[in-house]
């Protein structure tokens, strides 16, 4: 290793906002560390094995929402899986993909995992295994992107079905 950079990490960043900027800092740190380990003013250094992680590779398989697990987990994933493999359900036997959401920790008692309840404003929010996952932004195949009012206003039986 010769070289590192940090960036901060927003709440509501996703994977295609952090790649451009990772590419720019990427780049500019290579512009800088080539030169000087060039002339040999600094040298490789081992990367420690508390600071390494396994990245394990991606399929579309694992963008498949699980219900049962927590609603911060779950938006993490919505974040790190967008745009692909993209994070979806499925709602009347379609594909649905979660655009944008965030988790809540409303506590819902004697409601099922994957129950969609409304939310304030004509919102909609999906009961996980802890909390809540309010839906912000969804897409149901072949259409377009759609604020979850949008989407809810125009989707009957959406608000009360399973996911």
């Known amino acids: 290793m010769l070289s590192t950079a940090a960036l901060p990490v927003a709440a509501d960043d996703t994977t295609a906002a952090l790649t451009?900027?990772?590419?720019?800092?990427?780049?500019?740190?290579?512009?800088?560390?080539?030169?000087?380990?060039?002339?040999?003013?600094?040298?490789?250094?081992?990367?420690?094995?508390?600071?390494?992680?396994?990245?394990?590779?991606?399929?579309?398989?694992?963008?498949?929402?699980?219900?049962?697990?927590?609603?911060d987990l779950i938006a993490r994933r919505v974040r790190a899986y967008q745009p692909w493999p993209s994070a979806y359900t499925t709602w009347n036997g379609q594909l649905l993909k979660v655009l944008r959401s965030r988790a809540g920790d409303e506590a819902v008692a004697d409601i099922a995992a994957g129950a969609v309840i409304a939310g304030p404003h004509g919102s909609a929010g999906v009961v996980t295994g802890r909390g809540v996952l309010w839906l912000e932004e969804v897409q149901l195949a072949g259409k377009r992107a759609l604020p979850i009012e949008a989407f809810v206003a125009g989707a009957r039986g959406f608000v009360g079905s399973r996911l």
Not at 37 to 50: F, K, M, N, S
Not at 60 to 70: C, N
Request: glycine letters at 8%.
């Open 20 to 71: 451009p900027r990772l590419a720019a800092l990427g780049a500019a740190l290579l512009v800088e560390t080539l030169p000087a380990h060039l002339r040999g003013d600094i040298r490789p250094q081992p990367q420690t094995e508390a600071g390494a992680t396994y990245a394990p590779r991606i399929d579309k398989k694992d963008g498949q929402i699980d219900w049962r697990e927590p609603a």
